[in-house]
């Protein structure tokens, strides 16, 4: 199936930066619906920022801080229950933050950055920003399609056709040789990272027929329970 073009890391609305995302006091038309008879809010769409890690601090809690693709710097402060315990291990400076429908928060003291609650949804990736939009690019360029990624076959010069790698679904192989050898010289790596955007690519980001992953409810600013989290296995 071809990706939609929302699915990719460039999309702004899909993967916006942190001036860009919807605030947790309000709604934005872009990714939010409002019922008009209970005042409840859902979402209209999916989204999900991403930002690398540039440090931590623990004082009463952990804070993270991040980047976003504009250079932004600003802070996630981690409000769960273990204060950010259990999630400290996996923050390393160069690794990236994905945070699905993230919200912006103005903080006490004047800065603006994201408030992460119990329930958030909330992956580690061990691989820096600009790492993750290359291989993003290669992805969406197709990028060795229509040849042998290793021994640069075309398609009419292999008896049997060229075939996908199984797992990122965006190199493709004259035969078991050629891949074999490619693995060994540094797909290994490279397919650990067009794996997790072929995850991202597989998805309808545009379309809302329910939370990616189960989801839970905190009460809004005001009115009834506005449906904003969502809860997914925190780490991979």
Request: net charge negative; aromatic share 10%.
């Amino acid at each position: 199936m071809t990706p939609l073009p929302s699915s990719s890391l460039r999309d702004s609305d899909t993967f916006p930066n942190l001036s860009n995302l919807p605030g947790d006091r309000g709604f934005e038309d872009i990714y939010h619906i409002v019922d008009p008879y209970t005042g409840n809010i859902s979402p209209r769409r999916h989204w999900c920022l991403i930002a690398e890690i540039t440090k931590t601090a623990k004082f009463i809690r952990l804070s993270i801080y991040a980047k976003d693709r504009d250079g932004v710097e600003f802070p996630v402060h981690v409000h769960t229950d273990d204060r950010g315990v259990g999630m400290s291990k996996y923050c390393q400076e160069g690794y990236t933050l994905v945070l699905m429908y993230a919200e912006r928060h103005y903080f006490a003291d004047g800065t603006v950055g994201i408030r992460l609650e119990e329930g958030a949804s909330v992956k580690v990736l061990p691989y820096s920003v600009a790492t993750l939009m290359a291989a993003n690019d290669r992805y969406f360029g197709q990028e060795g399609k229509g040849a042998c990624d290793h021994c640069k076959a075309g398609e009419k010069e292999t008896a049997g056709g060229l075939k996908n790698c199984a797992r990122c679904k965006v190199i493709s192989y004259c035969g078991k040789n050629c891949q074999n050898e490619a693995w060994s010289s540094g797909h290994k790596e490279d397919c650990k990272v067009l794996t997790q955007i072929h995850a991202f690519a597989s998805k309808d980001w545009e379309l809302f027929q329910g939370w990616f992953e189960p989801h839970v409810m905190r009460p809004p600013p005001s009115g009834p329970g506005m449906h904003i989290l969502s809860s997914l296995p925190v780490f991979d």
